[in-house]
C-alpha cells in the first residue's frame, strides 16, 4: 500500500521532527482539530518526537464526543420503540447516554443495526417495509454528503419508512468558540483533512482576518501531521496568518463542490448543542423545510428523560483542549472503556480512549476490573 | 434443613452475582467478543463458581491425569455467520478449532463429540456439505467423531445452525506446554500473516467488495505442533490466535505467565488485502480474528529450527519472529512502532466496532 506507506516512513517522520526543531525559537501551543489526528499523534507518540517548545492539544473533532446526551437517549428511545430500527455506524453503540447506551438498548431486545454507509440504512428500509428504518446521522461535514445523498435517494425512490435522526456539526464555528475563549492558549490549528476534502477552506479565511491566526489544512498519517505542525509552526515564527495546505493530494481550496451542492439541498445551517461545550450559533446541519419529513426527530418525538452529565466528567474541557485526558481525576479510575463517564473515552477518535489506549505506559490497570 | 434468618442470609450472599449487576444486568455481544469484558465474565462468574486447578490455569486445553498417562480436553461452538465463507465454513471450523486447542497444548488430538442445534428449516442440502467438510476436515487431522448430539429449534431462533465439538487427546510424557513455562529472553514466533480470517468474515457478512476474495486463514495447526515436538524444539508456550487476534492472545499469556512482552510492529505480517480493509474500516489488525495462526513462545536457541519446520508447513505466509519475553514479572505487552517509540497494548473492550471516518 504504496500510499499509505510513503506518509508513515520513519525517515520522513524525523526529517519533519528535526525541521521543527530547527527552526522553533519559542514556545507553541497548537491544536489538531481532529479526533483521527490526536489518534495519529498519541498512538505513534508523534507528540515525544516534537521538541519542548511545541505543546500539542486536542481538539473538539470527535463527532461521537459532541452528539448531545438528549439525541443518544432519543436514539435509544427509538431503537426501543416497536416496528423501528435505529441504524448507526459503530463510533455510537458504546456511547453512554443517561440510562443505557445503545448496545445495551440491542441486549434488551432494541432494534439496532450497526452499517457502514448510510446507503446500508436505506436498503435496510426498502427491505423491511413494514419497520420504520432511523439512520443515526452522526458527523463533522465530511459524512454529510453521504447522509444527505441517503435522504435524496429516499425521496427519489419514495422510501417513506426511513428517516435521519440528525446530529451534524460544522468545525468553523467550533474553532470560533475556542479562538474567542479568554482559557484558550491555542496559537494554530491543524484543520481536519477530510472535512476540508469536502468544504476546501473559504469559509475559514475570515477566521484568519479576524484572529490573526495559522490555519493549516492536514492529513492523518504520521508524515502528514508532522509537516502540518512544520508548516504552523514556520508561520508562527514568521509572524504570518494564513491557511496553507499540506493535504495537497486530497484538498483544494474550493473543496467538492458537488458534494457541496448536495448538502446545501439537504440541509440547512442551524445553532447546535455539543455535549460538553454548549449550544454553539450556526454550529449544526439540520434539514431543510423541503426535506423535513425526513426528521426522525419530528416524526417520532419521544420524552425526553432528564439527563445528567456526570460532574465528574471533564469532557467538556478536554474537547476544548483546556485540560488532557491524563489531568482528570477520573480517567483510568471511574472512567474506563467499560464504565466510561463520557463519550471522548469510547469514540474510536475520542482523546480519553487514545490515551487509555495506547499510553497506559507500564501501568497494568487493562486487567483490573 | 431449618433454615433461619440468619443462615439464609449467608446462603443468598453466597450466591449473589459476582459482577455487579447495576453494570451489566444482561449479556452484551462484547462479553462474548474475545475482549476485557468477556475475561471479566470468565473469571468474576464461572472461575468462581467452577473453581479448581486445572480450569483455573486456563489453557486452551485442560490437561488431565489419567492414571498414568495425561489427556488433553477442551470444548467449543461455533455460531459464525455466514455457514459458508471464503476459505472454509462452520464444519470445517468446529473441527479445526477444537483441534487446535488441543494441539496447543502439544497434545494429539484423537476424538472430537459433536453436538448439532439445527434451526427448524435449515436446508438438507446444506446440513449435508457442512457434514461432509466436518468428515474432510477430521480425516485430515486424524481424529474420529465418536459421540455427538442433534437438537432442533424454532424457526427464527437460530441463525441457520450451531456447532458444538469437545475433543480430546494424548499429551506424551515430559511434555509441558503453557504459560507457567515462559521464561525471560524466551523469543515470540508468530506462524504468519494475520487477521485473514476476520477481515474475510466480514466482508462476507457485510457485503464489502474488495478487488481479490479475501480468504480465510481456518487451517489445522496439530500436525505443525506435533513435528515441532517430535523435532525436540523446546516449546513453551503456545496459543492460537482466534477472536481478539494477536493482542489478545498475547496480552492473555503475557498475563498468565506474568512476563512483559515486547513486540515490533514492522515484524508483524499482514497481507495488502487485509491492510486495506482495515484502513476503510479502522480497525486494527493485530485485534482481527483468525484461525489457522498461533503465536508460540520458546527459546532463541530453537527459534531457527522451529522457524524452518512451520514454514514448511504454511509456505505461503512465512512465520516471524516479532519480538522477545523481557524480564520482570509486569503484565504488559508493549509494542514498537515504525518510529521506534513504543506503546502498550490494551485488551479491547469486545469486538472492534467499525468507525464514523
Known sequence: MKYLDEFRNAGAARYWAKAIERIVTQPWTVMEVCGGQTHTIVKHGLDQLLPDEVTLVHGPGCPVCVTPVELIDHAIALALRPKTLLCSFGDMMRVPGTERDLLSAKAEGGGVRLVYSPMDALDIAKANPDQEVVFFAVGFETTAPANAMAVYQARQQEIRNFSLLVSHVRVPPAIELILSSPQSRVQGFLLAGHVCAIMGWEEYEPLIQKYKIPLVVTGFEPVDILQGIYMCVEQLEQGRAEVTNQYVRAVKRAGNRHAQELIQKIFQIIPRQWRGMGNIAESGLGLTPAYIDFDAARRFPVKAIPCNNPSDCISGEILLGLKKPDQCSSFGTTCTPEKPLGAPMVSSEGACAAYYRYRNNGSTHDLKY | ?357
Not at chain 2, 465454513?89 to 478449532?97: E, N, P, T
Not at chain 2, 434451526?119 to 477430521?138: H, P, R
Not at chain 2, 482495515?278 to 536457541?301: Q, T
Open chain 2, 1 to 357: 434443613m431449618t433454615l433461619n434468618i440468619e443462615s439464609g442470609k449467608n446462603t443468598l450472599e453466597g450466591l449473589q452475582c459476582p459482577i455487579p449487576l447495576q453494570e451489566y444486568p444482561k449479556v452484551l455481544l462484547a462479553h462474548g467478543g474475545g475482549g476485557r469484558l468477556m475475561r471479566q465474565l470468565i473469571e468474576k462468574m464461572f472461575l468462581a463458581s467452577f473453581d479448581n486447578p486445572t480450569l483455573n490455569l486456563m489453557n486452551d486445553s485442560a490437561v488431565l491425569k489419567v492414571d498414568s498417562s495425561s489427556l488433553a480436553m477442551t470444548t467449543d461452538s461455533y455460531v459464525v455467520q455466514p455457514l459458508f465463507f471464503p476459505g472454509g465454513d462452520i464444519g470445517s471450523l468446529a473441527v479445526f478449532g477444537t483441534v487446535n486447542d488441543l494441539a496447543m497444548c502439544g497434545a494429539e488430538p484423537l476424538y472430537l463429540s459433536v453436538g448439532f442445534i439445527l434451526e427448524e428449516g435449515l436446508s438438507m442440502e446444506t446440513l449435508w456439505q457442512v457434514v461432509q467438510s466436518m468428515k474432510t476436515a477430521a480425516q485430515r487431522t486424524g481424529v474420529q467423531i465418536v459421540t455427538g448430539d442433534t437438537k432442533v429449534i424454532d424457526t427464527g431462533t437460530g441463525d441457520g445452525m450451531y456447532i458444538n465439538t469437545t475433543g480430546i487427546g494424548k499429551v506424551k510424557p515430559g511434555i509441558n506446554i503453557g504459560p507457567a513455562q515462559v521464561r525471560s529472553g524466551d523469543v515470540v514466533l508468530v506462524s504468519g500473516d494475520i487477521g485473514r480470517h476476520g477481515i474475510a468474515i466480514m466482508a462476507v457478512r457485510e457485503g464489502l467488495q474488495f478487488e481479490t476474495t479475501l480468504e480465510s486463514d481456518c487451517a489445522p495447526l496439530a500436525e505443525v505442533v506435533k513435528e515441532l515436538v517430535e523435532s525436540g524444539v523446546e516449546l513453551h508456550c503456545l496459543r492460537d490466535l482466534t477472536r481478539g487476534g494477536l493482542a489478545a492472545a498475547l496480552i492473555e499469556i503475557s498475563h498468565s505467565a506474568k512476563a512483559p512482552i515486547h513486540i515490533r510492529e514492522k515484524s508483524i505480517s499482514v497481507q495488502e488485502d487485509v491492510r486495506g480493509a482495515c484502513e476503510i474500516l479502522g480497525l486494527d489488525p493485530l485485534y482481527v480474528a483468525n484461525e489457522g495462526r498461533f503465536v508460540a513462545i520458546l527459546p532463541e536457541k530453537d527459534s531457527e529450527k522451529a522457524r524452518s519446520i512451520i514454514q514448511k508447513h504454511f509456505p505461503e505466509s512465512p512465520p516471524r519472529m516479532i519480538g522477545t519475553v523481557k524480564e520482570g514479572t509486569e503484565p504488559i505487552v508493549t509494542l514498537e512502532n515504525f518510529l521506534g517509540s513504543h506503546r502498550v497494548l490494551d485488551l479491547p473492550s469486545g469486538e472492534q466496532l467499525p468507525r464514523i471516518c
